[in-house]
């Protein structure tokens, strides 16, 4: 506001200074007879007139040297909020980065713990999965490589993803069910692992799934529907994660009249 208040006070003053000194110039010299109260006028007085002249200029100018001052003065506080801006932004964009690759470093902790846990459920060699672990290595141009590289290499995280995509995650969309037989009972889940994991029934009449559990590690429970263990045929389809769906009756020992499931029946 102050450089503002001084260019409008000194244009002001000048616009006037400017106007009575070119009015008294032209009657002092030999434009007409000059004012009563110029007769008596001297050269002393000329010269203050001109120097009030001057004055009032380098006023005017100072006004205007002062709002372009301050005029710079906005454009560098502008710059430094751009500036502040873009590095607002820029730390945003490399936090966004961090959590991408946290997210992406766990995900793959994840996956070579599904892969563990499909090799070796509750520390025990899952034979059959071994030699499935170990075909799916040869058919990928890693004969030489081991299981135990393949789960834990830096450079295996894709082949880590696509072993566990082709083995366990592929999921199936809808489930062909067996003949029913009569059998009807509870079914009966054991989490063997120390990790959790989810259970999805088929119903043998629809081609959607009817309804899915996670049951903690170490966990032993009965499925159930508003706190009532659930009855299923022989012909119901189970699923685990995103595996491919199977019958209950293929992955379940049936005991009296409940099927019991776990990790290894269900990967044998």
């Known amino acids: 506001m102050q450089p503002i208040l001084i260019n409008i006070i000194g ?78 932004t820029k730390a945003q964009t490399e936090l966004v980065k961090n959590e991408l690759t946290t997210t992406k470093a766990q995900t793959d902790i994840a996956i070579s713990n599904l892969l563990r846990e499909y090799w070796k459920p509750n520390n025990i060699v899952n034979t059959s999965n071994e030699t499935k672990l170990k075909t799916w290595l040869r058919s990928n141009e890693l004969k030489d490589a081991s299981i135990t590289l393949l ?20 999921p199936k969309t809808s489930y062909m069910p067996k003949q029913f037989d009569g059998r009807v009972g509870k079914i009966f889940v054991k989490n063997t692992s120390l990790y959790p994991f989810k259970v999805t029934l088929w119903h043998p009449d629809s081609e959607k799934a009817y309804k899915s559990w996670v049951i903690n590690g170490t966990t032993k429970m009965f499925l159930s529907v508003k706190e009532e263990a659930i009855n299923i045929g022989n012909d119901w389809g189970v699923q685990l994660g995103e595996s491919e769906v199977k019958s209950i009756d293929d992955t379940s020992l049936w005991a009296n009249n409940e099927w019991r499931l776990t990790q290894d029946s269900f990967f044998e």
């Open 11 to 88: 244009i002001t003053v000048v616009l006037a200074f400017v106007v009575t000194t070119i009015m008294t110039l032209l009657s002092i010299f030999g434009h007409g007879n000059p004012p009563r109260y110029l007769v008596h006028i001297d050269e002393r007085y000329k010269n203050l007139l001109f120097k009030s002249l001057v004055i009032e200029l380098i006023v005017l100018c100072l006004g205007v040297a002062s709002s372009n001052f301050h005029n710079v003065e906005i454009a560098n506080e502008q710059t430094e909020i751009v500036k502040n801006e873009l590095s607002s």
């Open 151 to 170: 789960l834990h290499a830096e450079s295996f995280v894709e082949k880590r993803s696509k072993a566990a995509n082709d083995l366990i995650l592929t």
